[in-house]
């Protein structure tokens, strides 16, 4: 099978750097935060940004999960509209953040980002998961 | 490129002491099926061979965010450390060039020493390595690192388990192939 040369290593790879630079941003977001709010903050408006940024990255690490459980368990695997899809966003994603990272650009952005670049490739898989698990449909 | 003769008698040893019951017990009647079917099932593992596959595309990744983050980090380390680092660093390279080959043989071309020798690799010395890069804070550990390591652990974890799995499986496959259950217990006889 010809996508088993290079769409498959390509879409893990990509799926793995976004998932790599999202759990960098988990642990050095405090830049991030900071260019949220305005020059004078007080300790309360920190943590509640700051919460906002968590509930976000746990909703992207929740759809990574799902994307990652469709692709390992080979449900859409071999599945060439999801793989481009996925490593379109994918990749998309991962230069994003990491212009995210060091640009140190402000929390609503990453709103903008986790929606294009998370959810679209995760909804497919979500409608993968039920075309072959539900309608028990053939995954390719 | 097959392992030396020493070392392949070895694995196999303890392949067949670990991985298999030690009791003498006489054979059943489809053991004897078995071996009179020349028995051709595949006893490759799918889930150990996607494990190898997926880390042999992720350890170049893995090696460069590695090699990078040390090379930025290295002036604040104390002395020991840097050595310690390069080292571990060294080491992990060529534990993980030799494991990744050792698995890939052993796996596709069933041959039992091969994957033992690559089940006792990942697990008494890659994954200890693996763990003292990711718990211990005196190494100045950067985010980048965490992600990369985290994901180097979930990989060596699934190998060691999916390649147990598949090592039993292997090992009982060759016995029974070639009918040793037999012999076991011949030592008893002699005295």
């Known amino acids: 099978m010809s996508s088993i040369s290079s769409l498959v290593p390509s879409r893990f790879l990509t799926l793995i750097a976004h998932l790599v630079i999202v759990i960098t941003i988990f642990w050095s977001r405090e830049n991030n935060v900071r260019a949220c709010l305005p020059l004078e903050y007080t300790n309360e408006e920190y943590n509640q940004e700051d919460t906002r940024l968590v509930v976000a990255l746990s909703v992207t690490l929740g759809l990574f999960f799902v994307e990652l459980a469709g692709f390992f368990s080979g449900i859409s695997m071999f599945n060439n509209n999801q793989s481009?899809?996925?490593?379109?966003?994918?990749?998309s994603g991962a230069v994003a953040l990491l212009f995210f990272l060091f640009e140190q650009w402000t929390c609503s952005i990453?709103?903008?980002?986790?929606?294009?670049?998370?959810v679209i490739p995760a909804l497919y898989e979500m409608f993968l998961l039920f075309t072959v698990?539900?309608?028990?449909?053939?995954?390719? | 490129m097959d392992l030396p003769e020493p070392i392949r008698r070895r694995l196999g040893d303890f392949s067949r002491t670990v991985f298999v019951d030690q009791t003498f017990s006489k054979l059943t009647p489809e053991d004897h099926v078995k071996f009179l079917n020349q028995n051709r099932e595949v006893v490759s593992s799918l889930p150990l061979q996607m494990s190898l596959?997926?880390?042999l595309w992720f350890f170049p990744l893995w090696w460069i965010s590695e090699v990078v983050m040390l090379q930025l980090k290295y002036p604040a380390l104390p002395d020991y450390y840097k050595f310690i680092l390069i080292t571990v660093l060294i080491l992990m390279t060529l534990i993980e060039g030799i494991r990744l080959y050792l698995g890939?043989?052993?796996n596709l071309q069933e041959k039992v020493p091969e994957l033992a020798g690559f089940w006792l690799l990942s697990?008494?010395?890659q994954f200890p390595l693996t763990l003292f890069l990711l718990f211990n804070e005196a190494i100045l550990i950067q985010p980048l690192e965490r992600g990369v390591h985290i994901i180097l652990a979930l990989f060596i974890l699934a190998e060691a388990l999916s390649g147990f799995v598949a090592l039993r499986?292997?090992?009982r496959n060759t016995e029974s192939r070639f009918h040793l259950r037999q012999f076991n217990g011949i030592q008893e006889l002699g005295a």
């Open chain 1, 84 to 91: 481009l899809l996925s490593t379109a966003c994918h990749a």
């Open chain 1, 110 to 118: 990453y709103w903008w980002i986790f929606g294009f670049c998370s």
């Open chain 1, 133 to 140: 698990l539900g309608l028990k449909k053939k995954p390719l």
């Open chain 2, 53 to 55: 596959f997926f880390n």
């Open chain 2, 104 to 106: 890939y043989a052993g």
């Open chain 2, 123 to 125: 697990l008494l010395l």
């Open chain 2, 169 to 171: 499986a292997m090992v």
